[in-house]
């Protein structure tokens, strides 16, 4: 009987070359690696600043292996020529290249897009930066919680009040995950296209625009004069039981009524002022707050369990602890721990995608700095058309 082939990620073949730092571009390079595509991440003598951010297990930092699983590290001081015509070589034998530095400095490296275009047409060549390459902001430097603060996010966190930032990478991640999409469908094309790669341009501004407004701007959607306005809506509200936190949506008429029985509060269903959805969505907290002076006297299984029975879409919050205990979230894998010789236990956040023929493992820890620069500098002396 013959054996099963072995299934391998479905970027598998692919070379990814990775001049990034922090977040969005070695996260963008992440996503291509988790699924087979092998990343050289080339870094200054120093290191990714994202090396010297804690907490720390024997040098490694925790968000650096968190973003930068799987890749193969080598160390170029792209101040000296040598290191440059070295990356500029690494260039031409990949199929992407990813970076996220300042527009114009890949250019003065020799590195930039016109510079490598014609002696390697297949690439994809793609610069993740804070404002795009052109306008009055284009120079400036951003950061995740100076974008949330330029698109409105944190009023919106705040719900009109005081400015509240998302204690989240949103932007970083967003444009990473938007960008990483980009890359495929850019391949793609090439494929289709004679082998012909491009460029690809991102930015966290229109990233994050994109990612944190698309729902959010009802009120400029359609731009006559005459086009109805409406407040912002507020349904996140929170309900304290008797031992923990719970959250839920109630819009529809049944679900209102389920919600009803569930607290014992049949009574408001009688009343006319709760009769209409869109009063209930407009008076959101105070609906819950009706609702939720039973809950206090409640646990939280309880309250879950009784949601359960009459369908009501109720779900807990949780702390971490909680959430990698939670049985759904261990069944369906979203995270894996493996033992790493180097570093022991190891946790982290799965690929969150399967795939029926393609086989994705995340259980490969980040690269020491340099780590791999001996081995990709020999497979170039080796095969200097072809790393």
Same mark, same amino acid.
């Given at each position: 009987? /013959?054996?099963?082939?072995?299934?391998?990620?479905?970027? /598998?073949? #692919?070379?990814?070359?990775?001049?990034?730092?922090?977040? /969005?571009?070695?996260?963008?390079?992440?996503? #291509?690696?988790?699924?087979?595509?092998?990343?050289?991440?080339?870094?200054?003598?120093?290191?990714?600043?994202?090396?010297?951010?804690?907490p720390?297990?024997?040098?490694?930092?925790?968000?650096?292996m968190?973003?930068?699983r *799987?890749?193969?590290?080598?160390?170029?001081d792209?101040?000296?020529? !040598?290191? !440059?015509?070295?990356?500029?070589?690494?260039?031409l034998?990949?199929?992407?290249?990813?970076?996220?530095?300042?527009?114009?400095?890949?250019?003065?490296?020799?590195?930039?897009?016109?510079?490598?275009? @014609?002696?390697?047409?297949?690439?994809?060549?793609?610069?993740? /930066?804070?404002?795009?390459?052109?306008?009055?902001?284009? @120079?400036?430097?951003?950061?995740?919680?100076?974008?949330? *603060?330029?698109?409105?996010?944190?009023?919106?966190?705040?719900?009109?009040?005081?400015?509240?930032?998302?204690?989240?990478?949103?932007?970083?991640?967003?444009?990473?995950?938007?960008t990483?999409?980009?890359?495929?469908?850019?391949?793609?094309?090439?494929?289709?296209?004679?082998?012909?790669?491009?460029?690809?341009?991102?930015s966290? #501004?229109?990233?994050?625009?994109?990612? *944190?407004?698309?729902?959010?701007? *009802?009120n400029?959607?359609?731009?006559?004069?005459?086009?109805?306005?409406?407040?912002?809506l507020?349904?996140?509200?929170?309900?304290?039981?008797?031992?923990?936190? $719970?959250?839920?949506?109630?819009?529809?008429?049944?679900?209102?009524?389920?919600?009803?029985?569930?607290?014992?509060?049949?009574?408001?269903? !009688?009343?006319?002022?709760?009769?209409?959805?869109?009063?209930?969505?407009?008076?959101?907290?105070?609906?819950?707050?009706?609702?939720?002076?039973?809950?206090?006297?409640?646990?939280?299984?309880?309250?879950?369990?009784?949601?359960?029975?009459?369908?009501?879409?109720?779900?807990?919050?949780?702390?971490?602890?909680?959430?990698?205990?939670?049985?759904? $979230?261990?069944?369906?894998?979203?995270?894996v721990?493996?033992?790493?010789?180097?570093?022991?236990?190891?946790? !982290?956040?799965?690929?969150?995608?399967?795939?029926?023929?393609?086989?994705?493992? $995340?259980? $490969?820890?980040?690269?020491?700095?340099g780590?791999?620069?001996?081995?990709?500098?020999?497979?170039?002396?080796?095969?200097?058309?072809?790393?």
């Amino acid at each position: 009987m /013959s054996e099963e082939p072995k299934m391998s990620g479905p970027c /598998s073949g #692919l070379r990814v070359l990775e001049l990034g730092t922090m977040v /969005s571009a070695p996260l963008a390079g992440q996503i #291509l690696a988790d699924m087979g595509a092998e990343v050289i991440k080339i870094e200054p003598p120093e290191g990714d600043p994202m090396r010297r951010v804690g907490p720390f297990h024997k040098g490694m930092g925790a968000l650096f292996m968190t973003v930068n699983r *799987g890749k193969k590290s080598i160390v170029l001081d792209l101040k000296s020529p !040598q290191d !440059q015509e070295l990356a500029v070589g690494l260039a031409l034998s990949s199929d992407v290249l990813v970076h996220n530095m300042r527009p114009r400095v890949m250019d003065r490296l020799g590195l930039g897009y016109e510079a490598l275009r @014609s002696a390697n047409p297949r690439l994809i060549y793609t610069s993740i /930066s804070g404002f795009g390459d052109s306008g009055p902001y284009a @120079s400036k430097p951003a950061y995740d919680h100076v974008l949330q *603060g330029m698109t409105g996010v944190m009023y919106l966190q705040g719900r009109g009040g005081a400015p509240e930032p998302v204690r989240n990478l949103l932007v970083d991640k967003s444009t990473a995950t938007i960008t990483a999409n980009a890359i495929l469908a850019a391949l793609l094309q090439r494929e289709r296209n004679d082998g012909v790669g491009q460029r690809i341009d991102a930015s966290l #501004l229109n990233a994050f625009s994109w990612f *944190g407004l698309t729902d959010n701007i *009802g009120n400029y959607t359609f731009r006559t004069p005459d086009a109805q306005k409406a407040p912002p809506l507020d349904i996140h509200h929170p309900l304290r039981t008797s031992d923990g936190w $719970v959250i839920g949506h109630i819009q529809t008429d049944d679900q209102f009524a389920a919600a009803c029985r569930l607290f014992g509060r049949e009574d408001l269903l !009688q009343e006319e002022s709760w009769k209409s959805a869109a009063v209930r969505i407009e008076r959101n907290g105070d609906m819950w707050q009706e609702l939720g002076q039973k809950a206090t006297t409640m646990t939280r299984a309880e309250v879950l369990a009784r949601a359960e029975s009459e369908g009501v879409a109720l779900g807990p919050i949780y702390t971490l602890d909680e959430f990698f205990e939670d049985p759904q $979230v261990r069944n369906g894998d979203v995270y894996v721990d493996h033992e790493d010789p180097e570093f022991g236990l190891i946790r !982290q956040m799965n690929f969150p995608v399967r795939f029926e023929r393609s086989k994705i493992d $995340v259980r $490969v820890r980040a690269p020491l700095l340099g780590e791999h620069t001996e081995e990709i500098l020999c497979r170039a002396k080796r095969e200097p058309g072809d790393l």
